[in-house]
Structure formats: C-alpha cells, structure tokens
C-alpha cells in the first residue's frame, strides 16, 4: 500500500503540491495497530500516511470490515461499482488519505472539518479520473508478485437484524483497540448500536458503540 500510494498517486501529484508548499514530501509506515491516518508536520514539511496492520486485517473479513468508513463510502458513492471486496477496500483506502493530504495541501482540512465536502471532491476526483482503478491495479499486482491474494469476491454483510440479536443486555463486551481498548457491559441495545458502561478509574462511563465493532469479551 505505501509503494502503491508513492508510485500512483504521489509521483503524479508531487508536483502540484509543491507548487502549494515548496520542499513539502512525503513519508509512509505501517503502523501496529488499527490507527490509519494522515499527518502534515509543518517544521519538517512533511506529510505522513500511516497504515495501520490491524486496520488490513480488519478489512479482510465483512464482520470486521462493514463498520469502516472506507465501507460505507464503496457502498454510499459507489465507488468501484458499489463492490466491497478485500481488494476494493485496501485500494481505496490508500486513495482516501492520499485525499486527505490533497485537501490539506489545498488548504481546506481544518479542525473539526475534515471529512468535509472539499475533501469529498478530492476523493471523487480520484476515482473518476482513473487514479482509483490505477491504485487497484498496482496494489493488486505487488500483492500477486509478492504471493499474497487480495480477494477480489463482494463480501456478504451481515444483515442487521442478524447483527441486533448477536447481543443482549448484560453481555461482556470489548471494543476499540490497543491502548484505546475498552471492556464493559451492554445496558441496552439498540438498532444500530449498543450503550456499553465501563468501569474507569472508579467512574462509570456509557459509550454508544455501533454493532459492528463489538467484539464478545473473553471469559476471565
């Protein structure tokens, strides 16, 4: 994924970047954990996409993958026809911080406006211009060259009636991920969500947790 963003979507935008921030670069990691992102550091003139392994992992299953925005916007602009496969999401989650960095570049990320309707032009610009099925291609052919399948088969979402009964009240619950990894007790489900009280330095907090991010806590 970063070869891929570096090789189809910076090489040919560098230019205009620079042209809005001269000397800016760009630096890409794979990060542990689910955390996937991008970042301008200003000192350094650097933006930095990051990658998160647990966030590739998650996309490899519908049970994971249908609560990621990346899902939602496949899915609500159809982009690449409306298919959610393994290899649709990684693709378009490179393009989806690669359009961050746009935005940013273009001087309309701001605090509390970031998935906003700029953002949304540069994301669609990607996918209507080409860069989107070009990052597909080359994504899934280092994937091929380094033996690894990224299934390009339309995942099956569970349907929300089967995502509502998998919980009831009381049941143990975890949700979120490394350092941000909570454990509670479901008080009350909902249609799309679950309220979930967790015990935090001798404080009960309620948090409203989509169905698809809940993970069964393991019996202690």
Not at 125 to 144: P, V
Not at 178 to 194: A, D
Not at 208 to 219: E, F, G, H, M, N
């Amino acid at each position: 994924m970063c070869q891929t963003t570096r090789d189809i979507l910076w090489t040919p935008a560098e230019g205009w970047v620079q042209q809005a921030n001269p000397g800016a670069g760009l630096a890409l990691r794979v990060g542990s954990g689910q955390a996937t992102y991008h970042r301008f550091d200003p000192r350094k003139k650097q933006h930095l996409i990051t990658y998160g392994a647990r966030m590739i992992a998650a996309k490899h299953q519908p049970a994971t993958a249908q609560g990621w925005l990346s899902t939602r916007e496949i899915r609500g602009r159809g982009y690449f026809g409306g298919e959610v496969t393994v290899l649709n999401l990684l693709a378009h989650t490179c393009c989806h911080e690669f359009a961050h960095l746009l935005q940013h570049s273009a001087g309309q990320r701001h605090y509390g406006s970031v998935h906003n309707r700029h953002f949304y032009e540069a994301l669609d610009d990607l996918h209507h211009s080409g860069a989107a099925d070009a990052t597909r291609r080359h994504l899934s052919g280092l994937a091929s060259d380094c033996g690894i399948e990224l299934a390009s088969t339309p995942f099956e979402f569970p349907s929300p009636a089967a995502e509502y009964r998998r919980w009831q009240v009381g049941d143990s619950v975890v949700f979120g991920d490394g350092r941000r990894e909570k454990r509670g007790q479901v008080v009350r489900v909902n249609r799309k969500t679950c309220t979930v009280t967790v015990s935090q330095h001798a404080r009960i907090l309620r948090y409203r947790v989509p169905l698809s991010l809940l993970r069964r806590a393991a019996a202690a």
